[in-house]
């Protein structure tokens, strides 16, 4: 059972998150030859004062 974590930035429409939780979820079973329904996917969000690139925060750069 494949479990996937996603992180992201928050602020995106649940409609971007269904796309992508659809898409990951149809690229592991064509790679790993497992069904649908053993894809478990864990998107967790963060502020952009919660994640930062070579020593700038993400709500700074903004």
């Known amino acids: ?3 996937i974590q996603i992180h992201l930035i928050e602020g995106r429409p649940v409609e971007k ?7 990951v979820t149809e690229s592991v ?3 790993l ?4 329904d053993q894809v478990r996917i864990i998107l967790s969000e963060m502020a952009p ?3 930062a690139v070579g020593g ?5 750069t903004r």
Do not use: N, Q, T
């Not at 998150?17 to 898409?23: I, T």
């Not at 030859?33 to 649908?36: I, Q, T």
């Not at 700038?56 to 700074?60: G, I, P, T």
């Open 49 to 51: 004062e919660h994640y």
């Open 1 to 3: 059972m494949p479990i």
């Open 17 to 23: 998150k269904r796309k992508l939780v659809e898409s």
């Open 29 to 31: 079973c064509r790679v």
């Open 56 to 60: 700038v925060l993400k709500h700074d």
């Open 33 to 36: 030859g497992v069904p649908e």
